[in-house]
């Protein structure tokens, strides 16, 4: 993930906006030192990358860095450098922050992933676009760490009819009508639509793979019921892909994973608890 110059110098300024007035009050800022970052707790790593261009962005020169993806155990120095203290002071809390928001959702998006496929290995664990407001590309970038790709970045690059599309359509079957027109326009991509849990899921599911939709989501089914779906729909169109979502966490997922879905849409990938990450700042 690419991180810009000035998104980097925004999240430095927001914890600085002016100086650092502690350090400057001590006169301690020309001092040379060095600062290590060091997980308390095994991991799955995330963000270093991003936390060492702040560090560099202040005026310290890397010297250690272990890559996103990797895992570690408690104890692990995950990025050190080496600067004036003042640069030192001013990108601690930054880096560290953004070390364990990270690594706390890398760890919990491998934890999930773990779980599904060591009942399916092939179901694939992706994440929403739920994310905290105004993060998400912070987020995806963790979340990549720990082996969960997005199932949807945004409204550009994807396509996903829910029923409040339908609702300015008339319905499914003036929907299903147009299938054709509608896929014709976007020949690229793949047209999902989403099935609500009602008396009728089993049932639309059915008309919309028998229209030759590509692929279906299923909003907060019961693993269960999803069983049940996937073997008919399977029956019907074997070629389609197929979506749980809602309410997929850790709890539940391997049971998920044992329903025939393709995929598991979540986003308690992003609520994951942060890592603890240790900082140590010392002169030289």
């Not at 060095?34 to 790593?45: G, H, K, L, N, P």
């Not at 409040?164 to 299903?176: C, E, K, S």
């Not at 029956?235 to 998920?256: D, E, K, Q, S, W």
């Amino acid at each position: 993930m690419f991180f810009s110059p000035q998104e980097i110098a925004a999240l430095i300024q927001e914890d600085q906006p002016f100086l650092d007035l502690t350090t400057r009050m001590l006169g301690i800022g020309d001092r040379a030192s060095v600062i290590r970052f060091e997980c308390r707790q095994a991991i799955t790593i995330a963000g270093t990358e991003l936390a060492g261009q702040i560090l560099t962005s202040c005026g310290l020169v890397v010297t250690e860095s272990k890559p996103s993806g990797a895992s570690a155990v408690a104890g692990t120095i995950l990025l050190a450098a080496q600067g004036p203290a003042q640069a030192a002071h001013s990108a601690w809390k930054v880096a560290q922050n953004v070390l364990e928001y990270a690594c706390g959702i890398a760890t919990h998006a491998r934890q999930l992933v773990q779980a599904a496929q060591c009942i399916n290995p092939r179901v694939a664990v992706v994440a929403t676009r739920k994310s905290t407001p105004g993060i998400r590309r912070f987020a995806v970038m963790a979340a990549l760490a720990g082996g969960v790709l997005p199932h949807r970045l945004g409204l550009s690059e994807s396509i996903l009819v829910f029923d409040q599309h339908l609702a300015f359509l008339g319905g499914l079957q003036p929907f299903l009508q147009r299938l054709a027109q509608y896929q014709a326009l976007v020949p690229a991509k793949k047209i999902v639509v989403e099935v609500q849990k009602t008396e009728h899921t089993l049932t639309d599911a059915l008309t919309l793979a028998q229209a030759g939709i590509s692929g279906l989501q299923f909003d907060k089914v019961a693993p269960a019921s999803l069983t049940e779906i996937a073997a008919q729909l399977r029956a019907t169109a074997p070629h389609i892909t197929l979506f749980a979502a809602g309410g997929i966490t850790l709890a539940n997922v391997r049971a998920y994973a044992a329903s025939g879905m393709d995929a598991l849409v979540t986003s308690a990938v992003y609520h994951a608890e942060p890592a603890d990450i240790g900082v140590e700042i010392h002169p030289t």
